[in-house]
């Protein structure tokens, strides 16, 4: 008598399909990244590091799920990308809305970035509320998001500029093209270290806000099947107290890196 075989129940077959599917169109996760968010996301000339880097391909590692990180740009060109869904995954950023219309963010932060405001020593002034900075010319970098409700004040109330990068902005800061400078505390102290302006340039002790920056994956990626198993281990790694030493680990490699390039020059 021939052996008879159940019949799978119909959505454990469309289950066992679909993941097949996804697997298919999703041989590797593409990840890409701000190239200049130091010492969170930057671009060595030959390769993306940082610590929403390392955060994001440990996760990877530890799923045994191939990946390739890709240098795509400023960050204007990366979100282009994912909302075209030419990469998979951005490594931490802020949620806007714009960015939840094609992007799906993690449900946790990898890590809070504190927003700060810059100035010289020798041109502070009081910093409690947003209001102060009215009157005052302000420069920021070009994209970057600060959440809380302070993009849709700096809009309407702020004489803001913006620069491609980082650097150009502490360099008008520091020859008082501008009073300030607003960036995340991170990235701030980052470059302040490497470039030994400490003595002239230091954050208010007031911060502008503290965002929580999320892995975002591409709604439209058929990598987005993953988000649940990432989503799950990055827990594990946030509750193992696996996260500060990413960071630590990420501003010493940015220092050094950065010092090794300033005496080359």
Known sequence: MPIRRAALPPLLCCLFFSVGVAAKECPRVVVSADPNYPPLHWYDGERLRGASVDIVTRVF????????????????????????????????????????????????????????????????????????????????????????????????????????????????????????????????????????????VAPLATNVTETLNYVAFAKGSACLAHKPAFDKRLGELIESGAIPPILDQAFADWETHASARKESQ
């Open 61 to 200: 590692d530890d799923l045994k799920i191939p990946y390739e990180v890709k240098y795509e740009g400023p960050l204007l060109r990366v979100l282009a990308a994912a909302e075209d869904s030419r990469i998979d995954v951005v490594t931490t950023l802020k949620k806007t809305p714009e960015r939840l219309s094609f992007l799906d963010f993690t449900s946790r932060p990898a890590f809070a970035n504190p927003v700060a405001v810059f100035t010289n020593r020798d041109e502070t002034f009081p910093f409690r509320r947003w209001e102060d900075l009215k009157g005052k010319p302000g420069v920021m970098v070009l994209g970057n998001k600060f959440g809380e409700g302070f993009d849709e004040f700096l809009e309407t109330n702020l004489d803001m500029t913006r620069v491609g990068e980082i650097q150009q902005a502490f360099r008008m800061l520091k020859v008082h093209r501008v009073r300030y400078l607003i960036t995340g505390l991170f990235v701030g102290r980052s470059v302040i270290a490497v470039q030994d302006i400490g003595a002239e």
